[in-house]
């Protein structure tokens, strides 16, 4: 018998360069830490730290 798909959640990333660029991927809720990415944020065109918040 298979299992079911995990239950991975929905989180946002937000960009600490203060632009409201933000990106949204899933994460395992079973990892209490916060997630948090050197990305790259096209408003201020470079590589800038995005940490998760809540996804409304």
Known sequence: MAK???KAIL??????????FFYVT???PRVPTK???R???P???QHV???ETKLK
């Open 26 to 28: 899933t994460k395992n």
């Open 43 to 45: 408003m201020v065109q």
């Open 39 to 41: 990305k790259y944020d």
């Open 11 to 20: 989180v946002k990333l937000l960009s600490a360069a203060g632009t409201g």
């Open 35 to 37: 997630l948090a990415f």
């Open 4 to 6: 079911g798909k995990g």
């Open 49 to 51: 730290l995005f940490t």
